[in-house]
């Protein structure tokens, strides 16, 4: 996406769960949000997450288990700040939810793959379909999802496995694939924001950055009280 307009009067924490891709993250929500907070995830607890006041927050990628990311698991079971968790971070979601995060059928680490979506969201604008960037050897099953958590996205191909989700009542959200990979790819709605000729590289940074865009213009707007999928 080119030239993006800044989403006014917003703090993002980003919580870095030890992730190279953590500061793509950073620098996506650097360009939409007024403040950009990084915090690793054993050098800030609950209260400081209160203290910072933030609109939002971002828990990123990172490796091991959502019960080895730090604050991850606790900042969605203890706060109803709007969160997007990334990888580990929607892991860390549905783990807070009391689904089991088991081994994944294949291990995919660095491999696109197709998805579809209910259009809604951070989805919004996006194709009905794209390519996204998977880097994880632990999933969610969709048949262990609690009924606290609405699945939003899967795969596109017969295993449908899952993609993303939304809380029913908190304004969480979780992805299981990277937004911020060169990997995600597809073509956003308004076409011109991909580049000059709309190819390449600059479709890819335009989907990821629609998405990341989507979250933040959501978390700026979201009420804490009311149902996630209301936002």
């Not at 190279?20 to 995830?41: I, K």
Request: glycine content about 10%; proline content about 6%; aromatic content about 6%.
């Amino acid at each position: 996406m080119s030239n993006p307009e800044a989403v006014a009067e917003t703090r993002i924490l980003v919580v870095d769960n030890y992730d190279s891709f953590a500061y793509n993250l950073v620098q996506y929500v650097g360009e939409l949000a007024d403040e950009v907070v990084v915090r690793r995830n054993d050098e800030i607890d609950l209260a400081g997450v209160h203290d910072l006041e933030p609109t939002g927050i971002v828990v990123s990628p990172g490796p091991g288990t959502p019960q080895e990311a730090g604050i991850s698991i606790p900042l969605f079971a203890e706060t109803d700040y709007p969160i997007l968790g990334v990888c580990l971070g929607h892991q860390a979601l549905c783990a807070a939810e009391g689904a089991p995060v088991v081994h994944a059928p294949d291990v995919v680490h660095g491999k696109p793959s197709t998805i579809s979506h209910d259009g809604t969201g951070i989805f919004a604008g996006l194709p009905s379909t794209f390519q996204v960037g998977r880097y994880h050897s632990l999933a969610v099953d969709r048949a262990d999802l609690p009924a606290s958590l609405e699945e939003t996205a899967q795969t596109a191909d017969e295993r449908g496995v899952l993609m993303a989700v939304r809380h029913r009542e908190k304004p969480h959200i979780g992805v299981q694939f990277h937004p911020e990979s060169i990997l995600t790819r597809g073509q956003p709605d308004t076409a011109t924001e991909a580049g000059d000729d709309g190819t390449g590289e600059e479709i890819s940074l335009a989907l990821g950055k629609r998405l990341i865009e989507n979250f933040c213009r959501f978390a700026a707007t979201a009420d804490r009280n009311t149902e996630a999928h209301d936002g």
